[in-house]
């Protein structure tokens, strides 16, 4: 079971933008500069989840512009491959 870090931080604004410093709660799922992350915001809830992404290596012979195209297609066609799943 994950281990659940409270804080309260106030919301300063940073240029024109927003924003809140977390470098504890950072550094504890060893994010990184220059690291990638997923954003969800739960308008209805009013939470802001950040997870980080996890990086995966290409298999030989797959250059980035596949995932790319992958991407599109299944954005595309979301709901076709959602019905599909489910015969």
Known sequence: ??????????????????????TDSLKKIALEVGDTVN????ENDGEIVIKKVKKVALPTGRSPDFLDTLSQVMEEYDET???????
């Open 81 to 87: 491959l959602k019905g599909l799943k489910d015969r």
């Open 1 to 22: 079971m994950s281990k659940v870090m409270g804080m309260e931080r106030k919301v300063s604004k940073f240029g024109n933008s927003l924003g809140i410093t977390m």
């Open 39 to 42: 954003i969800d915001v739960r």
